[in-house]
């Protein structure tokens, strides 16, 4: 089963726009939720996370929106940039520092 | 701090044979995973390890096996390669601060190829 959703699955978005990621989990047992970051090739880097006792983070140009009632978590990516292009992944940590991984959305910032 | 290293990059077998996939970490983290990536799909879970000389399976451990003899290293064995293993596998390392998650760390990742 899927327990963490992921949509869309890709995103075409204008340079200077808004990308927008979002993630929906099952377990309540999930303590941390962090956004990876991969560009071909590479492993997925850590971008920014969140736990869930606060509803929102923002570092830099990254935010992520966290709604523990809902069960969903975002990012949102400000003023978008052509190097911005990569395969994001949502993921969510239970016991043993597990990572349940999204499905990746893959993002391409037109210029 | 190399920080997480896997060796090799890149390895291509024939069904059947056997190999282990090297992981070591130099920030004396006491947890540490195992993930495959497969084309279209998030990573996932093979084996995990909460500190040395304890292991469990996580989403996809058949065919795989771990073990873990020391704080700094975390090898992945497969028994006998078939072609659904075809794909990049990926360590990480952890550790929790006052019982709270610090920041995941991924290797560079293994591309493996089974023939």
């Known amino acids: 089963q899927q327990q963490v959703k992921q949509s869309p699955q890709s995103l075409i978005v204008q340079k200077g726009g808004i990308s927008i990621i979002n993630c929906a989990y099952e377990?309540?047992?999930?303590?941390?939720f962090p956004w990876y970051q991969q560009f071909p090739g590479k492993g997925p880097a850590l971008l920014i996370a969140?736990?869930?006792?606060?509803s929102e983070k923002k570092e830099g140009r990254f935010t992520i929106s966290f709604n523990k009632s809902a069960k969903q978590f975002s990012l949102h990516i400000m003023d978008s940039q052509p190097g911005d292009s990569a395969t994001y992944f949502c993921a969510a940590m239970e016991y043993g520092n597990k990572l349940v991984f999204g499905a990746g959305t893959i993002l391409r910032v037109k210029s | 701090n190399a920080g997480v290293t896997q060796t090799p990059k890149f390895q291509v077998l024939k069904t059947g044979q056997s190999m282990t996939l090297q992981c070591a970490q130099d920030?004396?983290?006491?947890?540490m995973s195992w993930y495959r990536q497969d084309p279209g799909m998030g990573l996932r879970l093979i084996h995990y390890s909460v500190g040395a000389g304890i292991t469990d399976q996580g989403e996809v451990p058949n065919g795989y096996n771990v073990s873990r003899s020391t704080t700094e290293d975390f090898p992945l064995r497969l028994l006998s390669a078939a072609p659904s293993q075809t794909s990049v596998y990926f360590c990480?390392?952890?550790?929790?601060?006052?019982?709270?998650?610090?920041?995941?760390?991924f290797g560079p990742g293994t591309r493996l190829t089974v023939l």
């Open positions: 990480a390392s952890s550790s929790r601060t006052s019982g709270s998650p610090d920041t995941q760390y």
């Open positions: 377990n309540t047992a999930f303590d941390y």
């Open positions: 969140i736990r869930p006792d606060v």
């Open positions: 920030m004396n983290h006491e947890y």
